[in-house]
Structure formats: C-alpha cells, structure tokens
C-alpha cells in the first residue's frame, strides 16, 4: 500500500466534491439546517398549554383555582366559555386542547364536605400532549389543595398533624432540569453524522460509473484497498469538520452541558464517522447510479437512526423482537455513548459495551467495503 497513491486519490475525490454543488451543499449545509430543525423542532417538553375555563361559580376561590394554572407555567388560558357547548366548540376549532369546568357550588361543597370538586376535560387526539397535560394539571390541582389545606388550618390556629405522613423528596440526577432538550440534541448529532457520511459516500463510487472514469480509475495501478481508504479521506476530514460543528452547536447554542472527557467524545465521533463513511461506500460500490445510491443510503442510515437507535423511542420499551433488532443499527452505540458523556460524564470504562459494538461494527464495515470493489467493469 503506497501512501503516495493514496493522497492522489484523495487529492482528485476532493476536487470532485469540491466541482459537485450537490455535494458542497450535503457537506456544508445540510448540518446548519438538521441542527436548527431537529434542534428547536423536535422537543418531548410542552409548556402553555392552551386551556378553556368554563368557571359557573365566577368567586374568589375559583379565580384563585384558575390563577393557580396559570401561574404553573404549563398552561395559559386561551379562552373563558359562558356555556357548557361552548367546551366542544372550542376544540373543534382548536383554540384550547383542554378545558377547566367550575361547577356552581364548588366553594359551598369545598366548605362542608371538604371536598372540591372540579372537571378537566382534554382533547385526547393527540395522546401523548394528553397524557404530560394531564399529569401537570394533577400536579396543579395537587398544589392548589395542599395550599387551601394550609391556609385552613392555620386560620383555625390548628396544627397539621404529623403522624403517618410519609414524604416523598424526589432528586433527579444528570439532567436536573429534566430538559428534553438534554436528551434529544445528542441524538441529533447522531442523524446528521450518520445522514451527511452516508449521503456523501454513496455518491463516490457510482459518480465514475456516470461520469464514465470508471476504465481511467480501473486502469490506475492504484489497489482497491488504496481506492477506498483514498476516496474516504476527505469525506473523513469533512465529517471531523460537520461533527466538530454540531458538537460544538450542542454544547455552545443549545446549552446541552458536557461533563464527560472531549477525548471519549472525538474518539468515538471518529470511529462512528468510520462506520458512517465505509458504509456509504459500500452501498455505492453496489449501487451504480447515484441517485439510486443516494436513495438507498436514505432508506438504510435515516430511517434506522430516528426510529431504532433510541434517539426518539427508548429501546427498553420496545418488544424483544425489534429490542434484538437495534443491535444491528450502529448509531444506536453512538447515541448511547453521546447521552452518557454529555449528560453523565461517563469515559471509555464506562463505555465499554456501546465502543466494543461500534470498534465490531466498524471491523466488519470496513473488511466488506474492502473486498466490495473490483477493478473490473462487469
């Protein structure tokens, strides 16, 4: 293996990507763009949510109910209802997705029997915003009454009574704030890498084949393992510069906080950009037209890495089948790795698991890649 062929090789790829504006554009683009879209679009967080209050009681006590759920920060009233039709009316045109109903005696019944009763009622076609509303609306209503329970007694001189009380002190560790936006970014870094290599490389091979260089490329006494090692150098150096990027956006824009060793992460970036890269090329050394590579590097790196990598649905919840599945997705090490030394600060020990899969990965990618191409025009 001559490393002088080898930098011929990786010389002429670079003048090829930087004469293709689709590449260009896949290279230097396409990252700023999935960062700022995934970033802000995608969130699991969901604050203000918009509320009808249908209050019949009009009091002080249930104005206080309502400024209770306004105050949370979790909802914001969108519209006040004067009659109980009104409720299905306003969902239907989508001005709230949930709505608060004050019965007439809420206050009399909350002072001789002790309790209020209220009504929340949620438009539950989208089941996942239904399920976070109605948690938070328990957590309000929870708060509201230890606050009116706290008052009582202490306008009757009464003290509350300690004897079976058992508290519970939740502590949440590695992302204190629970941000969803801690747990989703990593991952985005994961899409874009995994998307741009793979885009990238699928074009390498079967760009020859169109542009008609194949017989020039063949007829070179350069190796097959000197093609492909040269024809990756550069897509290598553009995936350091596109992860550096994103990393740095994660760290810098989003404010994800980085507590693990930058070492494990630009090691492990590095050889997730190695499985990326050789697996584009083999898919275009298989695939002779570039769209048909382009396609194909599509369908087999973006829909594995949003859906079975566990950068949008956990993995432990999934069936066994698809669980066993996953272990053949490689971002899914990458994922992991990214969540465990951003958010924990784990290191290579820690780490040991989801690096060996992607050192395996990387292994067997590369071998097959190697053997893919011949030096010949069947």
């Not at 510069?241 to 956006?249: E, H, K, R, S």
């Not at 079975?308 to 994922?335: C, E, H, K, N, W």
Request: glycine share 8%.
């Amino acid at each position: 293996m001559s490393g002088r062929r080898i930098l011929a090789m990786a010389f002429k790829e670079m003048l090829q990507v930087w004469r293709d504006p689709r590449s260009l554009a896949i290279a230097l683009l396409m990252p700023l763009m999935q960062m700022v879209l995934l970033g802000y679009g995608v969130s699991l967080d969901i604050r203000r949510v918009p509320l009808c209050v249908f209050d019949q009681e009009n009091s002080q006590l249930s104005r206080t109910v309502v400024q209770q759920f306004t105050a949370s920060g979790w909802f914001r009233i969108s519209e006040v209802l004067d009659r109980e039709r009104g409720i299905r009316e306003a969902m239907n045109r989508a001005a709230c997705i949930g709505a608060l109903v004050i019965p007439a005696d809420f206050s009399r019944r909350l002072a001789t029997t002790g309790v209020g009763p209220l009504q929340i009622v949620f438009d539950a076609t989208d089941t996942n915003t239904t399920n976070i509303a109605m948690g938070y609306a328990q957590g309000v209503v929870a708060l509201a009454g230890a606050a009116l329970d706290a008052n009582w007694t202490a306008a009757h001189g009464i003290l509350p009574s300690s004897v079976g009380r058992i508290d519970l002190e939740p502590r949440v560790w590695f992302n204190e704030t629970l941000d969803s936006r801690n747990f989703i970014i990593p991952g985005v870094v994961a899409v874009i890498l995994a998307l741009i290599g793979a885009q990238l490389t699928s074009l390498t091979v079967s760009r020859e084949w169109e542009r008609g260089t194949m017989e020039q490329l063949i007829s070179t006494p350069v190796t097959p393992l000197e093609v492909m090692i040269g024809k990756l150098v550069p897509y290598f150096l553009i995936g350091a510069v596109d992860g550096a990027f994103c990393l740095l956006a994660a760290v810098f824009w989003f404010g994800v906080p980085l507590r693990g060793s930058l070492g494990t992460l630009v090691v492990t970036t590095a050889l997730f950009t190695a499985v990326v890269l050789a697996f584009g090329y083999l898919i275009s050394v298989k695939v002779k037209s570039q769209l048909g590579a382009s396609q194909v590097a599509l369908v087999v790196t973006m829909l594995p890495t949003t859906l079975l990598s566990g950068y949008t649905f956990p993995i432990d919840q999934m069936p066994a089948p698809i669980r066993a599945l996953t272990l053949l997705v490689y971002p899914r090490y990458y994922v992991t790795i990214l969540r465990s030394v951003f958010l924990k600060g784990s290191g290579l020990v820690q780490l040991a698991a989801p690096v060996s899969g992607l050192v395996l990965y990387a292994a067997v990618v590369l071998w097959l890649a190697a053997r893919a191409f011949r030096k010949r025009l069947d």
